[in-house]
């Protein structure tokens, strides 16, 4: 058990937890600098500084827009992912209290649409949580016995962010709108890894976030359809044509839009590489190590995205034993790594609780290469041994 | 997120495995809240000459339990008893306040060790 500490000099940094979020492209910083330090000024302001910092908050705008297959009308930008869920959910419930009180959401949301949903439950709203297979997908049978006259909206996830198994909300929307109902999806973790379409998709509302595609933190955009009704939460001056209140950040903006940008020109071939380099991941791993649980959808989830259960062990001790070692993951997701709680969405994909209590989660991006993952496989399988050995639920 | 100590602890954790007949076992917790541990006591002459624990559980709780075998190890039966789970909290130099229940499974399994030991005697 002894020496198991690592000379520093052996230890590198590997980031498997892009699902957290992403560093931030030294090409979006780039993009970025100038309207911190040149063009600064306010964007609602006459001068022409604020006249550049305006211009660029519309360039930004547009090339998100055109990116998702929305016109630049319909993006709102706000200040992150959770402020886009609980602006579309919020909203569509306060305004549409007079046609029902009834929300349709599922049980492996992330928690900026679960607790949002918990917010209105007790204001009074009745809210329908869908189960999900074994793969974490919804069911359209299960989404259409759930509709009643009374259901207003239905919010379900594109991507799921600690399984990786993406919904089929082409056919999830269609079925909201056959019965006039508004639909809004969550795609915080597909957007710049999966095409994101909102036509295609039949959406009315979208939520996104910057940080988690090489982005800024704290940027986030609403996409709402037009005429789709939206009520402000934010009240002050008339940005956002008065939608969202308050002075523009520009500078993430832009460096937001730079991002989508890139990701416009490497998305597709990124991946590729990525399914590759994870595929290659899980089969080694489940070689290199005994009773892993694989969770999530095999093919049907974001590229580099692979998450386990090690059987008879906790998440946590592995997380610190890999950080250890300079390698970054999470277990669970990333927000409750501090509860004790097993991991809702793991559950409600009817994982065994102890099981789900030995979840990690690799999620890869663009700087891992098979390095990255041999420099993992080489010592995982050791740390896991290690805490078998110490567990008294395992008897080998 | 932990100190030092704790650190230490649970990367090169003190007396893991098990003891061939031992005199006393104890076992606590439940896996669905996501930690077990599992301590075994050999007493010799009134005095505990060894322990091991098995932990299923997060790195606090892997900590704690091996903290509280290396306290009581050497210790009288009597001395051991008095080991309170905020002694391994402090030993360890101090666990996030939301990890101080892991602290006191450690020191809950050692006791049930020592009360099957105690029966034993009778
Ligand atoms: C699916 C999902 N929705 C929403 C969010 C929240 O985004 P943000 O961190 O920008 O508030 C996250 C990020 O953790 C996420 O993964
Ligand atoms: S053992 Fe439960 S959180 Fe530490």
Redesign the pocket.
């Known amino acids: 058990m002894k020496n198991n500490t690592v000379k520093s000099a052996e230890i590198k940094k590997i980031y498997m937890d892009h699902s957290a979020t992403t560093q931030t492209d030294p090409a979006v910083v780039e993009a970025m600098l100038p309207y911190l330090t040149k063009f600064y000024g306010n964007p609602s302001a006459l001068y022409s500084i604020a006249e550049e910092s305006k211009k660029a908050i519309d360039r930004s705008r547009e090339t998100i827009a055109s990116f998702i297959n929305a016109s630049p009308s319909e993006i709102i930008f706000t200040s992150c992912g959770t402020e886009s869920d609980n602006q579309a959910i919020i909203s569509i419930a306060r305004l549409k209290k007079e046609k029902g009180n009834h929300i349709i959401t599922t049980s492996i949301e992330h928690h900026a649409v679960l607790h949002t949903c918990d917010y209105l439950q007790k204001e009074g709203f009745e809210v329908t949580f869908l189960p999900v297979d074994g793969y974490g997908r919804v069911s359209a049978e299960d989404l259409k016995k759930a509709i009643k006259p009374t259901t207003i909206l239905i919010t379900i996830m594109h991507a799921n962010n600690e399984v990786g198994t993406l919904q089929d909300i082409k056919t999830l929307s269609s079925i909201a709108h056959k019965n006039g109902i508004l639909f809004h999806t969550d795609a915080v973790q597909s957007i710049g890894k999966v095409p994101v379409d909102v036509v295609e998709m039949g959406v009315d509302m979208l939520s996104s976030s910057a940080h988690k595609l090489y982005g800024p933190k704290g940027v986030g955009f609403l996409y709402v359809k037009k005429g789709v009704p939206m009520k402000p939460f934010m009240h002050g001056g008339d940005q956002e044509r008065k939608l969202r209140a308050g002075t523009e950040n520009v500078a993430s903006i832009v460096g937001y839009a730079k991002a989508i940008e890139l990701a416009k020109n490497s998305y597709e071939a990124e991946a590729i590489r990525l399914r590759n380099l994870s595929r290659y991941f899980v089969e080694e791993l489940d070689k290199a190590v005994p009773d892993v649980v694989f969770t999530g959808h095999p093919t049907d989830r974001t590229p580099g995205h692979v998450s386990c259960c090690f059987s008879y062990i906790?998440g946590e001790s592995v997380l610190l034993m890999l950080d250890s070692l300079g390698i970054c993951v999470s277990s669970g997701s990333a927000c409750t790594a501090r509860s004790?709680a097993a991991s809702h969405v793991l559950l409600a994909m009817g994982i065994d609780v102890t099981i789900a209590q030995g979840s990690i989660r690799f999620t890869l991006g663009h700087e891992n290469t098979k390095d990255d993952i041999d420099y993992v496989l080489k010592h995982l399988p050791g740390i896991v041994d290690k805490f078998r050995k110490m567990s008294p639920l395992y008897e080998k | 997120m932990y100190n030092k100590k704790v650190k230490d602890h649970f990367m090169n954790p003190r007396n893991v495995g098990k003891i061939k007949n031992p005199d006393g076992t104890g076992e606590i917790g439940n896996p669905k809240?996501?930690?077990v541990m599992h301590i075994e006591i050999k007493v010799e002459k009134g005095i505990i000459a060894d322990v091991k624990f098995q932990t299923f559980?997060?790195a606090?709780?892997i900590a704690s339990s091996s903290m509280v075998t290396e306290i009581v190890k050497g210790m009288t039966i009597e001395e051991a008893e008095k080991v309170t789970n905020q002694a391994v909290a402090d030993a360890l130099e101090g666990l996030p306040p939301e990890?101080m229940?892991?602290s006191n499974?450690a020191a809950d399994a050692l006791l049930k060790a020592i009360q099957e030991y105690k029966e034993k005697q009778k």
Do not use: F, P
């Open positions: 906790e004790l | 809240c996501g930690d559980g997060c606090a709780a990890k229940h892991c499974l």
